[in-house]
């Protein structure tokens, strides 16, 4: 799988033929973005409205807005509520794509609680929020990768340019993380690849 940031809490994930987008930009979004196409979409909130059609001409866009458990496309997702009481101010998406359990923490803004701890436990690759400002914070989202213990860490929703609201960069997530992982726009990801040891920092545009 191919994996990329989209801008704050936005990934997108290329599996064979299969787009997923995870929490893209809505229609109120600070960021502005061009009609996207996928085939499975995860609200970053479920009164999002997004600009999105369907990568297939006759296919319907499969989407999720609320938690639960899904399967569509051969992708297993699990979605949990955040906060886990009152208004959900976005989902936690734990997604099984060619074998690998990827977690997507969307606009995290606080500890997981130990239940959420142990859902996510097992997790290949992680991708949370570090850019403080109603998200985690570096030091925070470096606390959370220790407690988990990923193979692969991707840091997302922080500074980026066309935002108004100012985030922390994600230097300051990798000087947390002792990581001086080089930039760049998008990531192979396959289970055979995946480190057996050493945390890996990702650093993604």
């Known amino acids: 799988m191919f994996i990329e940031l989209l801008g704050l809490a936005g990934v997108k994930i290329q599996s064979n033929d299969t787009t997923i987008l995870l929490a893209p930009p809505g229609e109120q ?46 992708v297993f997702f699990y979605c949990l509520p955040n906060p886990p009481q009152g208004e959900i101010l976005s989902l936690l998406t734990s997604a099984t794509i060619e074998g690998v359990v990827v977690t997507h923490l969307g606009s995290l803004g606080r500890a997981l609680t130990p239940a959420e701890l142990e859902l996510f436990d097992g997790t290949d690759v992680l991708i ?26 991707i840091p997302m929703h922080t500074n980026r340019p066309g935002l108004k609201t100012k985030y922390k960069e994600t230097a300051d997530f990798l000087k947390e993380m002792g990581s001086k992982a080089a930039a760049q726009e998008k990531i192979k990801i396959t289970k055979k690849d995946l480190p057996q040891e050493d945390v890996q920092i990702i650093n993604l545009l």
């Open 128 to 153: 949370l929020p570090a850019g403080g400002n109603g998200v985690l914070s570096p030091k925070e989202a470096s606390e959370l990768v220790n407690q988990l213990e990923p193979r692969i860490v």
């Open 29 to 74: 979004s600070e960021l502005k973005t061009s009609r996207l196409k996928a085939d499975i979409v995860v609200l970053g909130n479920p009164a999002d409205k997004i600009n999105v059609a369907s990568s297939l001409e006759n296919g319907e866009l499969f989407i999720i807005e609320r938690p639960g458990e899904y399967e569509a496309r051969g």
